[in-house]
């Protein structure tokens, strides 16, 4: 509306000369009609919600596609250094409010709207969002494009196109069904297919050796299966400074249309047949988020991915006509987890038998151009492949990893004579009745970095998971703390905070985030404050509409929101909460008198569709929700909410109206979190573990303003190695007794006495590796506090305020420019 384009200006850093309003001459909104008409084939003399969001869409796209040549132009012209960033996943949400900010086209989208009687907040809505990313690590690779964009550095991530994204999640009966996502049905105009560039892929095949003119042997992988890989680009502009990257997106194509002998043969379906199969390879994305999938199809993805990458990276280089030791000084390739991981192989197979380049020549090519970033340290997670498998699916590679590990074994060796037991410890491949190629081992000996993402993280690394290599390569370990963009998660998320902060801070915080210290000068601001806690009521006001509109139940805004919403996984303990918040229940139902702060707890998150214990635990959240909801006795004091299909959108609409961030793993298991940056930011406070992140938010948070509880990461290992006893904490407590019991009863599910005592059980005769019944006491008078707190409002909003003030340091910008300082060693271009 016409007040929103009348503030815009004063929110937002003003336009350089990149940006200069005349740079075009025809309008967004012209150009949009302009589309309307040519690209889409639609009559343009009347728009409705879909006509004027595909138009704006290109409209919006040629503007980035201007930037994104010249900057391409620029990085050929200047010789630069390139990283190339790694993912199986990315989590960008939805593109169209962000690049209209960037580019600083939000008044100009706004008028347009304006003028046919439409808005923006309506269009967005016809997007859909592609969920390319299980969770927080492909939410990180997308924060960090966006601060890559906004640093102008010569970057480029790589992925694949999922014809499939993440499953929609339904809930029916309390119980998560999964749907496909099928996010590219309209097709999507972000996405710009490059059907010229393609590169054929082989699986399978085998191996040829013979001798060159030197008498060297030499490898040739030929034979089996070609797939081609198709390239599709996604953009990514920088905030307000003309700079566009870009993510290349990989699509599997079919080798040929059909294979014309069995076709001419009259197999025409057996033809068919094999050009769908090859397409599988970029159908769907995997939506586990832990236990890697051991399936060969997951395997393909990673390599096809990585060997048109590699491909992509040489062709690039062979233009500059360099020698080859130039390639680590003119680029360099982050691995996103081990998933990428074969990307060293490959690149080894290119030197030594496309390129002809010695063994120690290619190893010491790779050693300098690859670094790795490890996202966990749950032993599950960490992959590992069958030697079989990769024998029949790479033979070459197989050969290359054997020869990688006998060179490493042999050095291993030679350096630590006196630890015979060191080599099977370290080797690529791990003994016992199935060989695998341990991909964690591979990526460390491969890389010239390896990466955790938090302070803990990094130290549990070095102490305990990859305890031997700290001693073999000690200078290769370090620690680059997670960040987030501010740009998707305050500025845009949060649109009544951000015009605050621009009104008493001006409007550089959006791009150096530490500014935001300057808002403990404002604390004792009795007005600021009343402001403070206004925007917060209205963002709060937003979600409680959405929630009477999609669970039909009605939220109080003056309560409490306390929000948990990420993977579900026993180690990010949502029983725990849920435990918490039958006890409240019980206490609220013996007590009617009783005088309390009404709460509403919200959950969020998918399960992976394998993992029956987290689907369970979702089952018993929606049942205690069921019955908590319709008891007269507690309805006006407490509410449970589970949000289904919980994403980058339903995130953007959560932070900034959560008071409470539960952040509760059990200490030790959770690398860093993002999340828990996301909430502080906003103004949330944190109850949380002293876990991942957390403990750096509360240093920088201070100790007053957020809620730390249980037992820290050393208190975890020395109870489990006394023995952990859940039966010693059910026996003394009698509250968290009776709540066990509930759950082992048909209290939740009348009729059903058994439907929860998987979790029961998992808790208290399992044994319970993630310790819940450990943390609960301090956890539930935790919780009192922050009841009693939250109702002494200048008490809150300050520590609210202060938050937001400490949270600077976690920019992906800051977290960015660690990476480049300390791993890239890039030039930034602007
Ligand atoms: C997350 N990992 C960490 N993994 O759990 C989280 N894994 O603590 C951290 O903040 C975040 O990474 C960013 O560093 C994941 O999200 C996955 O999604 C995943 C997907 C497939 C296989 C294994």
């Not at 704006?56 to 620029?74: F, G, I, N, S, Y």
């Not at 191996?207 to 040739?220: A, F, I, Q, S, Y």
């Not at 000690?474 to 500025?491: Q, S």
Request: proline fraction near 4%; aromatic fraction near 10%.
């Amino acid at each position: 509306s016409k007040d929103v384009k009348d503030y815009l200006h004063l929110l937002d850093k003003p336009l350089d000369e990149f940006e200069a309003p005349g740079a075009r001459n025809s309008t967004l909104g012209e150009d949009a009609l302009w589309h309307v008409l040519y690209s889409l084939g639609q009559d343009n003399t009347y728009l409705n919600k879909r006509k004027a969001y595909w138009g704006l869409v290109l409209a919006v796209r040629d503007r980035m596609l201007e930037k994104w040549t010249a900057v391409q132009r620029k990085y050929y012209a200047n010789d630069d250094k390139r990283l190339y960033y790694l993912s199986l996943e990315f989590l960008p949400g939805k593109f169209l409010r962000g690049n209209l900010l960037a580019l600083g086209l939000e008044n100009e989208a706004h008028e347009f709207l304006h003028e046919h009687d439409l808005s923006l907040d309506e269009i967005v809505d016809e997007e859909c969002e592609p969920g390319l990313g299980n969770g927080g690590l492909g939410r990180l690779a997308s924060c960090y494009m966006d601060s890559m964009a906004t640093l102008g550095l010569p970057a480029y991530g790589y992925g694949i196109r999922y014809s499939y994204g993440l499953f929609r999640q339904e809930i029916r009966n309390g119980h998560q069904v999964e749907q496909p996502d099928n996010w590219l049905h309209e097709g999507s105009h972000w996405l710009i297919p490059r059907p010229h560039n393609l590169f054929p892929i082989r699986f399978y095949g085998t191996v040829n050796e013979w001798l060159d003119d030197d008498g060297m042997l030499r490898h040739d992988w030929r034979g089996g299966d070609l797939v081609m890989a198709m390239a599709n680009d996604m953009y990514v502009p920088g905030y307000r400074n003309g700079h566009v990257n870009s993510i290349r997106l990989w699509e599997a194509r079919p080798h040929k249309e059909f294979v014309l002998s069995s076709f001419n043969a009259g197999d025409y379906i057996g033809s068919v047949q094999e050009k769908i199969s090859d397409e599988n390879i970029s159908m769907v994305l995997y939506p586990s988020d832990d236990a890697p999938e051991g399936k060969t199809l997951r395997l393909k993805q990673q390599y096809f991915f990585v060997a048109a990458t590699m491909r992509d990276m040489v062709r690039r280089f062979k233009k500059l006509n360099k020698p080859w030791d130039q390639l680590p000084e003119k680029n360099v390739v982050q691995l996103n987890e081990t998933h990428p991981a074969i990307a060293i192989p490959e690149l080894m197979r290119m030197l030594l038998d496309e390129e002809l380049l010695g063994w120690e020549e290619a190893w010491c090519i790779c050693q300098k151009l690859f670094a790795y970033t490890n996202h966990t340290i749950l032993p599950e997670a960490l992959e590992t492949w069958p030697v079989k498998l990769i024998e029949r699916l790479l033979p070459r590679h197989m050969q290359i990893i054997y020869e990688i590990n006998r060179r490493f074994l042999e050095e291993v060796r030679l350096h630590f004579r006196d630890e015979p037991e060191l080599p099977s410890r370290v080797s690529l491949i791990s003994a016992g009745p199935e060989q695998r190629v341990r991909m964690s081992h591979l990526a460390i000996v491969g890389s010239f970095s390896v990466n955790g993402v938090s302070s803990l993280h990094t130290q549990i690394l070095k102490d305990r998971v990859f305890h031997d290599f700290i001693r073999i390569f000690p200078d290769r370990f370090n620690n680059k703390t997670n960040g987030i963009t501010p740009r998707r998660w305050l500025r845009q998320c949060n649109v009544p905070l951000s015009w605050l902060l621009s009104e008493h801070l001006g409007c550089n915080w959006i791009t150096d985030l530490t500014q935001l210290k300057k808002l403990r000068e404002l604390v004792d601001d009795v007005e600021f404050r009343h402001d403070w806690e206004q925007c917060r009521l209205t963002n709060k006001k937003r979600l409680a509409d959405y929630i009477e509109k999609v669970n039909g139940i009605t939220v109080n805004p003056h309560s409490i929101f306390d929000v948990q919403v990420k993977r579900f996984h026993e180690y990010k303990r949502q029983l725990l909460n849920i435990l918490h918040i039958i006890s409240l229940y019980n206490n609220i139902r013996r007590n009617p008198d009783v005088k309390m702060q009404p709460c509403t707890f919200i959950f969020g998150g998918k399960a992976a569709p394998s993992y029956q214990m987290a689907k369970d635990i979702i089952y018993l959240i929606n049942c205690v929700a069921r019955r908590v909801n319709s008891d007269p006795h507690t309805r006006n004091f407490l509410k449970v909410i589970f949000l289904a299909n919980y994403n980058v959108s339903l995130a953007q609409l959560l932070v900034p109206a959560t008071d409470v961030s539960e952040q509760i793993s059990t200490a030790g298991y959770e690398a860093s979190g993002t999340g828990n940056m996301k909430f502080a930011l906003n103004g949330a406070l944190t109850i949380g573990t002293r876990d991942g992140a957390n403990i750096e938010i509360g240093e920088r948070v201070g100790d007053g303003n957020i809620y730390l509880f249980g037992l820290c990461e050393k208190e975890v290992l020395a109870l489990r190695r006394r023995g952990y006893d859940p039966w010693e904490f059910y026996k003394n407590d009698s509250e968290l007794r009776e709540v066990l019991d509930m759950i082992n009863s048909d209290q939740f599910t009348p009729g059903d006495s058994t439907a929860f005592s998987s979790i029961f059980n998992s808790l208290l005769t399992g044994g319970d590796p993630f310790m819940v019944l450990a943390d609960y006491r301090a956890y539930v008078e935790t919780h009192k506090r922050i009841s009693h707190e939250y109702v002494d409002r200048d008490l809150w909003i300050k520590k609210s305020i202060m938050n937001t003030a400490g949270m600077g340091y976690f920019s992906s910008d800051r977290a960015v420019k660690e990476y480049i300082d300390g791993i890239w060693s890039l030039e930034p271009d602007v």
